[in-house]
Structures are given as C-alpha cells and as structure tokens.
C-alpha cells in the first residue's frame, strides 16, 4: 500500500507514476495493456485489489511502454468477446453504435480484473495540466491560508458520489471518494480545519440539481461548492451546451439566494464511454460553456481535458470502474489531483 502523499502526486508532474490502472484484454492472440510512460523501472505490479502480486518474466514483461502478458501468467485477461458481443446478457451490457453489446459491470467487477502498476518513468508529459484558479475564488482561499475552518458542499452524480470507488464498495483498498481527497490534502497543505460535505446522488442531473440546491447545497451555507453535474445530462437525448449551461447558472443562482458568500468551482464532466448507443452526446461541448460562466467567486474545473489528455496515453477501460461512465480508484485519484491542483499553487 502507498502512503496518501505518494497515492496524491499528480500524475502530469512526478517521475513515479503510482498505481496506474491497466486491464489487459487478449488481442490477436497478445494479451498486453499501455502505461502512459515508458517505465525506466518497475517498481510494482499488482492486482488493484491488492490482493496479489505480479513478477516480471513468469506473469509480464516490458516492451516500451506495454505491459505485456506472458503465457502462463497469473494475471487476470479479458477476451475480446468477453468484452464485445453479438448477443445481449440481460443486465451486464449496453448496446453500442454499431449494433453489438459492450460489457458492463457495477460494485467491484472491473476493479478485481484490473491491474496497479507503480513505476520510475524515462520522461514524457501529459498535454493537460490543472491551472490554479484561487485568485477566482478568494474568500476561500483566504481561510485556507489562515487555516481558518473552510466548508466545501460537493454536489453532482454518481461519479461525485464515488460509484465503483474501492472505498464506497467495500474492497481493498478502500479509496474515497475524491472530494473526501481533496479535503484531506487542503488539510495537510494549509493546516485548515475542511469539512467535505458530499451529497452528491447517482443518477442525477441538472434538472435535479435545480430542485434540490436549496437543500442540499445552499443550506449548508458553504464557502466553496463543488458543482459536477454533466455524465446524465449529456446522453445522445440529453442537453446541448446551452441547455446544461443554463441550468448550471440556476443552480449557482439558488445556492446564491440562500448562502451569498459562497464561491463556486463548476466541473467540466468527463466523457463516457463512447462507442455506447446512447450515453455519449453532448458532454464534450459543456467545458465551453461552463467557462462562459466563469467570473470573480466561480472557477471552473475541467475533468474533460484531464481524461482527454490521458486517453492520448490510454484506453478507456484502463481507467473506468464500470465500462460506462464510472472512474476506477486510479482515475478518481486523478480527479482529486485535479481539483487540489486548482487550489494548491504549484511552488
């Protein structure tokens, strides 16, 4: 297991990489998966559950920057008609653009099958990094900095709420959600006294949102709210851009009518899975217009160009926790080093 500040090292500026997720699927008879660097060393290899650890030369070996299965490996390996099929298994697929079936798994399926690869990388960069937003925000900032008590609401979905986090299905290792993260790295950084209040609910989006601002967010009159809403609104049949932006600035009105002092970071939802029928739509044009709400007391978050720049190095199921629209534990620790990027400057 690594230590809170190892597992919070942003993975666009450290040389060791820690717990990469991987998940290996039998590709024309090879079965191997990408790190998003070539490794100088490997540090470890093992089952992101924890429960088991890998060798190289009797279960991998290492050509650039795959990871690639040896033939009698203990490792666990997907074929490729496990993962896309003709046929549909009631209640473990979704249906794709082009007519066939996708896999799809809640609670901890992915996460026992997936692999966490620490290591010493020979160089590279990510194309993305988080920017510090705390000049847009800073009542905030200024309790942090006196290490004065600081109240976050996070209020969003499912992937806010930490479905197919370890920590929220009860398997090892037991990560939280990434605004419980954040909160602990604002702690150690500035001394502060944080409290993260998540009422975060899956399935949920903006028309929601609006519903239950009062009561679930601007009641707890906080001094930052976190707003990450998008995945459920941005399906094919979902809200355009203006549509989410809208609703997004209702939701910032109702929090405002309740809790005047509250600053806001907005969250640019991250994509789903998108060779899926009817998931993927408009979630790609909210970072835009979530910008065009930005001003003094509201930041904005992209969790879109952080995946996007990973899925330059990556596939989409080395780093979802349910093949759909869920972050596994290493993607959710990349949630959590975006946000806390935008509030901890960069020395």
């Known amino acids: ?48 559950d924890k429960t088991k650890v890998y060798k190289e030369g009797a279960d991998y070996t290492v050509c650039g920057n795959e990871i690639i299965l040896t033939k009698d490996t203990t490792i666990f390996c997907f074929t490729q ?83 197919n986090s370890s920590g929220v299905m009860l398997t090892t290792p037991f990560l939280p959600t990434f605004g419980a993260m954040v909160g602990e790295q604002l702690r150690r950084h500035y001394g502060a006294a944080v409290e993260v209040i998540n009422t975060a609910v899956g399935g949920m989006a903006t028309d929601w949102g609006i519903e239950n601002a009062h009561v679930r967010a601007g009641n707890y009159k906080p001094d930052l709210c976190i707003i990450a809403f998008g995945m459920n609104d941005g399906g094919a049949e979902g809200l355009n851009g203006e549509q989410f932006g809208a609703n997004i ?75 759909v629209n869920h972050p596994n534990d290493f993607m959710i620790r990349c949630h959590a080093q975006n946000l806390a990027g935008l509030l901890i400057r960069e020395e």
């Open 1 to 48: 297991m690594y230590t809170f500040e190892q597992l919070m090292k942003p993975v666009w500026k450290t040389d060791v990489i820690y717990d990469e997720a991987l998940t290996f699927i039998k590709e024309d008879g090879v079965a191997k998966a990408p790190l998003m660097f070539e490794p100088d060393e490997i540090c470890s290899v093992t089952s992101a």
């Open 81 to 163: 008609e496990e993962m896309l099929f003709d046929t549909a298994i009631p209640g473990k697929c979704f249906p794709t653009k082009d007519g066939r079936y996708s896999l799809f798994s809640e609670g901890h399926f992915f996460h026992d099958r997936q692999v966490a690869v620490t290591y010493r990388k020979k160089g590279g960069e990510l194309s993305w990094a988080p920017e510090y937003v705390g000049d847009a925000i800073p009542k905030t900032m200024t309790k942090l900095k006196k290490a004065e008590d600081v109240k976050i609401v996070l209020y969003g979905d499912s992937i806010s709420a930490g479905a």
């Open 249 to 323: 600035a209702k939701i910032r009105e109702l929090i405002l009518e309740v809790s005047p002092e509250t600053e806001f970071i907005l969250c640019a939802t991250t994509m789903p899975n998108t060779i899926l029928k009817s998931f993927y739509g408009y979630q790609d044009k909210y970072y835009d217009v979530l910008k065009a709400l930005e001003c003094p007391g509201t930041a904005i978050a992209s969790f879109y160009h952080m995946q996007k720049a990973l899925l330059e190095k990556k596939r989409f199921v080395d780093l979802t926790g349910n093949n």
